[in-house]
């Protein structure tokens, strides 16, 4: 089990529901706290950046894949994130985070730096391990 030393969440915290009615993202989306902002590039990776001074603290590994270049991303009811390459939508999955115990639960990106998905209950199940400004890993999901 996954436990982290997360503070309370602030107003700055930015919180994605993982729900049917969350819509699906293309490259140029992004969500900040007062000291990170997740982004998701149009050359398929989705990065983490530090505001203060734009350093990358975490990042997918996702880009330069050619044709399955991930285009798309899931915010699923199921409770995972996804990224997606077109055309083979559906079937050819880059990347994945969660499980399936966080459905109907949350994505935030935290003012401490850390980017976490939540149970519907509040339990952490996934992170980016960049909470207290650390550098998580740069290549998850090559």
Not at 7 to 24: E, F, G, N, R, V
Not at 26 to 32: Q, V
Not at 49 to 71: C, E, F, N, Q, V
Request: aromatic share 10%; proline share 4%.
């Amino acid at each position: 089990m996954l436990t982290l030393a997360t503070p309370p969440a602030s107003a700055a915290d930015q919180s994605i529901a993982l729900t049917l009615s969350t819509p699906d993202e293309h490259c140029g989306w992004s969500r900040s706290s007062s000291t990170v902002r997740l982004t998701f590039q149009c050359d398929g990776n989705l990065v983490l950046y530090r505001i203060s001074d734009g350093h990358a603290m975490w990042a997918s590994g996702t880009y330069g894949k050619g044709s399955l270049t991930p285009d798309l991303l899931n915010f699923s009811h199921d409770g995972y994130m996804k990224l997606f390459a077109h055309p083979w939508y559906g079937s050819s999955l880059e990347c994945i985070w969660g499980n399936s115990s966080a459905a109907d639960g949350r994505l935030k990106v935290q003012d401490d730096g850390n980017v976490v998905i939540y149970t519907s209950g509040g339990t952490p199940i996934w992170h980016t391990n960049t909470y207290g400004n650390r550098q998580g890993d740069v290549r998850d999901c090559a």
